[in-house]
Structure formats: C-alpha cells, structure tokens
C-alpha cells in the first residue's frame, strides 16, 4: 500500500513535478490538502485560500519553468502550495514557528520566491516591473502574476492594471477569484466579477459567431464585423470588458480545479501576443468541509482540532471582542456613529455589529487609503466615524492620515487592532506605526492597559473633536474576564501610577503595564521597590510626572513597539534637557524581527521577564546610561 504522500515525497522542485503524467496530478493534489490541514491544525495559520489554490498552482509550475519564469505572488498567505512544491516540505512543518518555515513569501527563504508578499495588492506592479525588466535584457522569461479578487479593488492594483498595456505585451496576469478576501467581497468590481461567473451567455455568442464566419471566406469588411460582433456581445453579456478596455485580453472564466484543462489553457496562453487576465474560479477552503462552511473563519487561525474544525486558540475576552461589544454599546446611544473596516470585519470584532447595525458598518475591502479618506469626508459631513484597521496595515494610509484627516482636525477614531509584535513575522509586525504618527498634528494616542480600559477610551474619543488613534493587541489582557456593566468612565490623560517605589520606575505601555507589575514583584523579592505607571497618553505625554520621577531615580520604559519612535523616543525627548538619572529601554529594537511565537521571540530579543529582571538588577552604572534594548 503506497503511503499518503508517496507522490509529494518525490517532488522536490517544479523539475520532479513536471515527471508526473496529467493524470497522476488529481492524486498529487489530495496529498498537498492532506498535508495543508494536518500542518496548519497543528501550527495555525492560512488555511482556507491554500485548499482554493491547489490546482492552479500546481498547473502554474507544471506549465512554467520557475525560477526562471516569475511567479508574482500577491499577498502571500496562498502561497502554502507554492512552497510544497519548491523543496519546502519539510520545512513546512514548522510553518511558522521560529526558525521555521515562514507564513508568508520571502526571497530570503527560497529563489522561488521571486519578490516578498505580506500585503495585499503589490503583485501586479512588482509582476509589471520585472516584465519590463525582462524585455530591456532581451530575456524570454515569462512573468505571472497571480493576484486575489479581494486584492483587486486595493488601490495599488488599479494603478498598476492601469500601466501594464502602456510598458509590455507580455505579463500574464491569473485572477484567483474565490469571492472572498478575508471577509466577504464587496463594492463594484467583485459584483462585476460574479456576473462573469453567472452569464455564460457571452461565451456561447462568441463562439457561436466564430463557428458561422469560419465557414465564409475572409476578408477585410467581415473580419471588422466579426470585431464588432464580438465588442458587441462583451458590453451586453461581459462586465470584463473592463479589463479589455485597459489594453489587457481578458480569457475565462476557467474552472480552478479542473487540473487537465487548466494546464492545456496556460500552455496556450503562455507565450501571448499581448499582456492578458485570466480569470479562474476557486473556492475557497476546498477539500475541507469545515473551511467550505466558514471560509472567513479558516483563513487565519490558530492551531484547531482537524476533526471538528474546532479553535484552540484564546478564549475568552479579547481586545478586538471588547471593541465589538463598545462599538455595539456606542451604536445604541450615537445615531451619527459609522463603522469603518478594510476587509476584516471578523479580525477586529465587528461581525455582530455589521449584522446589527448594517446601516452604520461600511466593509471598503483592501482599500486603507480609501478607507481613511472615506471616514474624514465623513467627520466632514457631521457623522463620528470609527476606524478599524490592524496596526500594519494602516502603514499603508500614512499620508492620508495626515493630509485628509489630520491638517483638518478631523474627529475620526482609529482603532489599531494588532499593534505588536504577531507570530506571522515582518509584514505583519505592528511595531512601526507610532514611529510614524508620534508627530502628526492634532493626534490624540492613547494605549488601553486592558479590555475595560478600552472601552473608557473609545467613549472619551468619542467625545473629543480631534483625531484619536487607539491601538491595543492581539488577543486580551488576560486581566478582564467580561467588560464592565458600569458607565464608561472619561479617561484623563495624566498617567496612571500602579504601584510605588523609590529605587526606579517603570513606564509601561498597554497590556506591558500587567509585564512591569509582574517586573515589580520579582524585583522586590529581591530588595528593589519599584514604581509602575500605566503611561495611558502617548500624546498628549504626561512629560511632568516623568520628570519629577526622572530626577530621583532611574527611568525604564516598556514598550511592545519599536523603542526608535515610541514611547522610548517620547522619554527621551521629554528628559534630554531636564535633570534625570539613568534612562533604559525595553522594546524592539530598529531591526528585521522574525517570524516565531512572541514568547520566543521575546526571549531572544532580551525582552521576557526573567532577562529584563536581571538587567534592571544590573543597571547602576552611569555608562549604560539610554541604553536600547
């Protein structure tokens, strides 16, 4: 009896696959998805859009001959398949964990992986570059880019579906259309995308046409009606006409996992005549049954039992489930309130809201920026909205932050969920954004230490008439077990003292305070009383207690942020010309932080308790004065 993975055991580049017959990919196909959900159940991670993508990409490296053909994958959470069949296998089954295989594409990891993914949206125009690039060095490379339906309607997308007929005739561009991004699509263009899917009609005039001109002679005038007749039927049975109009041929729809033909396709269309989409329908958590039901659900997620679908990941309040219960709360009290997500309604607790209150939830898709300019014409229109996006992937709104909400002091609240370090690695780490916002204009920061403190916090935002930016982590406090029944209290911006001492201080942001407290116990098992402050406020920073504590003893600061830009940077700057002793910082530090669990992670970068115990114990001599951790 062969073993489950005989034919994945063989396969050790896309050379081996290519030694496979047509008919022996099927087989090949139930062994990645046996391997899919037996990895992910064990480490967590992206589940639901690897089952979707099995065939195509098993095809893609059965037509083309990477790595010397590009394969531009976008986003990079479907690339699981991709590295299965680049000699990662065994390196797959430490998906995610530290030293492991990472969740995402990295050309670090693989010359497979030809450009890096993390985010959303970027395949089409890195794809356009190295096409172009191709072309310049005279090379017969091919370039496909393969891009999501849910990443299509994401800005930079357009922009580069916008540029590709006008710089090349030879980018393949596969359209992975599963109906989904994280939640589920929305607005014009997947809409249009799910007519194509449903009308069949376009395709039978076409062929019907081609059928009955072959059959009379050619010539200049029929051949201009043949065009014709063809434009024709686009516009009245083929919204992706679209695509055509943009200088791009539009092929498909083509089933997703139907391997034969899809391979005959790619083959065909391999060497085109001019830049082309080919549209490809998958669905999403394919082979799974509980993955079919609940996509969303199994698109990112903890380890699970596989026999039941079933999480083993926090439970409990969390912060985002906290968010989902106020925003509930605030909906009841606020008629003006407008609740704003870029494709994550589940990630950030708002799937009871939207369903509650669908008149008051906007999902804009991947679309930050639209996102973010989309609530400040909001607020300018008397509505209160509230924003809800993880801490890394606001990066990509940086400018509309500040140009179109900012300078205008406009009350939009942004609620970064994610903020600090997450196991999916460097894409994903939400440790660089208060580096950016620390110094924008009319900002408001705040940082809640737990789940009730939260709550307070978004009702005082509520409040304010200015630009709020409240950011808090994955997961809870494990501090709060349900959110307080008593009304939200106004959160005052001095900061918060926890505990006294008089040998040092720390200054503690979010859910780090409970990590100093923590700090503080062991410390004073060993003849160290410490004081520990809630900071609350990065802006406005309560600059005077810190330095009325400054200038009696030493200064720690604990940040799950980067130290360059945070609250590390606002102590420094805050002290640099009033008299203090010894400053240290504990946060991570202006490097590449790896994929791993936190705790790990914490460990190596000299940030779990025990390390930062027995520095603060070492800290007496004035050399290791504003030292960076």
């Given at each position: 009896m062969k073993n489950k993975t005989a034919l994945l055991d063989t396969i050790q580049s896309p050379a081996d696959l290519k030694k496979l017959s047509v008919e022996e990919l099927p087989a090949l196909a139930s062994e990645i998805r046996e391997v899919l959900i037996n990895t992910v159940s064990q480490t967590g991670g992206h589940l639901a859009s690897n089952l979707g993508v099995?065939?195509?990409?098993?095809?893609?490296?059965?037509?083309?001959?990477?790595?010397?053909?590009?394969?531009?994958?976008?986003?990079?959470?479907?690339?699981?398949?991709?590295?299965?069949?680049?000699?990662?296998?065994?390196?797959?089954?430490?998906?995610?964990?530290?030293?492991?295989?990472?969740?995402?594409?990295?050309?670090?990891?693989?010359?497979?992986?030809?450009?890096?993914?993390?985010?959303?949206?970027?395949?089409?125009?890195?794809?356009?570059?190295?096409?172009?690039?191709a072309e310049r060095r005279g090379s017969d490379e091919k370039v496909v880019a393969i891009i999501g339906d849910g990443s299509l309607n994401c800005g930079i997308s357009l922009?580069?579906?916008?540029?590709?007929?006008?710089?090349?005739?030879?980018?393949?561009?596969?359209?992975?259309?599963?109906?989904?991004s994280i939640s589920q699509n929305v607005g014009a263009i997947p809409s249009s995308l799910n007519r194509i899917i449903s009308g069949r009609g376009y395709n039978r005039v076409k062929n019907m046409a081609k059928m009955i001109m072959s059959k009379v002679p050619a010539h200049h005038g029929i051949n201009r009606l043949i065009n014709k007749i063809e434009e024709t039927a686009k516009s009245i049975f083929l919204p992706g006409v679209f695509f055509e109009e943009l200088g791009l041929r539009y092929i498909g729809p083509l089933d997703g996992h139907d391997l034969p033909r899809l391979i005959r396709a790619l083959d065909v269309l391999k060497n085109p005549g001019r830049s082309l989409l080919v549209h490809v329908i998958t669905e999403k958590g394919r082979g799974y049954q509980p993955a079919e039901d609940a996509p969303e659900k199994f698109h990112g997620l903890a380890a699970f039992d596989r026999t039941t679908g079933k999480s083993n990941g926090e439970n409990g309040l969390t912060f985002s489930g906290a968010f989902g219960k106020t925003m509930l709360e605030l909906a009841g009290k606020e008629p003006g309130l407008a609740v704003i997500t870029a494709a994550m309604a589940q990630g950030t607790g708002l799937s009871e809201f939207s369903s509650k209150y669908p008149g008051k939830f906007y999902d804009v898709g991947i679309a930050e920026e639209h996102a973010v300019v989309f609530a400040a014409g909001l607020a300018a229109a008397g509505l209160r909205p509230v924003v809800a996006i993880y801490a890394t992937f606001i990066q990509r709104a940086l400018d509309c932050v500040f140009h179109d909400v900012c300078l205008q002091n406009l009350p939009v609240i942004f609620c970064l969920d994610r903020s600090g370090i997450v196991e999916d690695?460097?894409?994903?780490?939400?440790?660089?954004?208060?580096?950016?916002?620390?110094?924008?204009?009319?900002?408001?920061?705040?940082?809640?230490?737990?789940?009730?403190?939260?709550?307070?916090?978004?009702?005082?935002?509520?409040?304010?008439?200015?630009?709020?930016?409240?950011?808090?982590?994955?997961g809870g406090s494990k501090k709060i077990t349900e959110l307080s029944a008593a009304p939200p209290a106004p959160v005052k911006t001095a900061a918060e003292i926890m505990r006294e001492g008089k040998d040092g201080v720390i200054w503690a942001m979010g859910p780090e305070v409970f990590t100093a407290l923590d700090i503080a116990e062991e410390l004073a098992k060993r003849n160290m009383e410490i004081t520990v402050v809630n900071t609350r406020f990065l802006r406005p920073f309560d600059a005077g207690l810190l330095k009325r504590q400054a200038a009696k003893m030493p200064v720690f600061t604990l940040e799950d942020c980067r130290t360059?830009?945070?609250?590390?940077?606002?102590a420094d700057e805050t002290l640099i010309n009033s008299e203090h002793k010894n400053i240290m910082h504990f946060g991570w530090k202006s490097e590449i932080i790896p994929h791993g669990p936190t705790e790990k992670l914490r460990e190596n970068h000299g940030l779990g308790k025990n390390e930062i115990v027995e520095k603060v114990l070492r800290f007496k001599e004035p050399s290791e004065n504003c030292v960076l951790m």
């Open positions: 099995v065939e195509l990409t098993i095809a893609l490296h059965y037509v083309f001959n990477a790595p010397k053909d590009k394969l531009v994958w976008d986003v990079g959470h479907q690339g699981y398949v991709h590295k299965l069949l680049t000699g990662r296998k065994e390196l797959f089954r430490k998906l995610r964990n530290y030293n492991g295989c990472l969740g995402f594409l990295s050309p670090d990891e693989s010359e497979y992986d030809c450009f890096g993914a993390g985010h959303a949206g970027t395949a089409i125009s890195a794809a356009l570059g190295m096409a172009v690039a922009e580069g579906l916008n540029n590709v007929s006008a710089n090349t005739r030879k980018l393949i561009i596969i359209l992975n259309d599963n109906k989904m690695g460097p894409t994903h780490h939400g440790i660089n954004d208060l580096a950016f916002f620390r110094g924008l204009p009319n900002l408001t920061i705040m940082t809640p230490k737990d789940e009730n403190e939260l709550r307070d916090m978004i009702f005082t935002a509520y409040e304010m008439k200015s630009p709020v930016i409240i950011r808090y982590p994955r360059v830009g945070g609250l590390a940077s606002e």
